[in-house]
């Protein structure tokens, strides 16, 4: 932790206005908790500007990857980091001979990284991470994990259900309604005398 502290002080030394990319790692598709917290700490040092921010999630499996994949992990990366629209890019494994999948993730990564601003990225504080903070903070990232899972699937049953009832309205037979419209007031005839 330290050794990462110090280089990475040591970038924003040599280049203090740059584009950040932030790298997450995955495990079993899932964020790893100890990415969120190093990003964490490191946005409260730095007070990472948005517009010069973007996000790398790494070493993602192509063939276990749900559709839904991708849109699910922007929205849980933008509610644990409060920073809404980051661009984010999705990179596969590739293997060391596989030419294209390396060409394909060196595109996609070129391509958000060249949607940011470079900003200048000053130090307020050092990098906080001790083990006890990083215990305390995985913890947070769990339950803020574990409240978007529950928020998502409300949201997910809401929209099922929401769906339901729009079929049941597509499948139910044609109903003939019938408005009476009284006739019109008869209009008087006026008289010039």
């Known amino acids: ?15 203090p206005v740059s584009v950040v990319v932030f790298v997450f790692s995955v495990t079993g598709g899932r964020i790893r908790d100890e ?7 490191l946005n409260k040092s ?3 500007k948005p517009e010069s921010l973007c996000i790398v999630v790494n070493q993602l ?6 559709p839904d994949y991708e849109r699910e992990t922007k929205l849980r990366i933008e509610s644990l980091t409060g920073i809404p629209s980051l661009p984010i890019a999705f990179i596969n494994e590739v293997d060391d001979d596989d030419v294209a999948g390396r060409q ?5 990564l070129l391509h958000v990284i060249e949607t940011r601003l470079p900003a200048q990225h000053e130090k307020h504080h050092d990098i906080q991470l001790q083990l006890d903070q990083i215990k305390k903070a995985k913890e947070e990232v769990k339950a ?3 409240e978007f899972d529950r928020m998502k699937a409300a949201m997910d049953a809401e929209a099922a259900k929401k769906l ?3 079929e049941a309205l597509k499948n ?5 309604v019938h408005v009476y419209h009284p006739p019109p007031p008869r209009r008087r005839k006026w008289y010039k005398f």
């Not at 499996?61 to 749900?66: A, L, S």
């Not at 394909?104 to 996609?108: K, P, Q, S, V």
């Open 61 to 66: 499996n192509k063939k276990k990857r749900t």
């Open 104 to 108: 394909e993730a060196r595109a996609t």
């Open 172 to 176: 139910r037979p044609p109903q003939v």
């Open 144 to 146: 803020k994990q574990e």
């Open 164 to 166: 339901a009832e729009i």
């Open 46 to 48: 730095y007070r990472l």
């Open 35 to 41: 990415d969120m917290v190093a990003f964490e700490a």
């Open 1 to 15: 932790i330290e050794h990462n502290k110090v280089e990475i002080q040591k970038a924003f030394v040599q280049r």
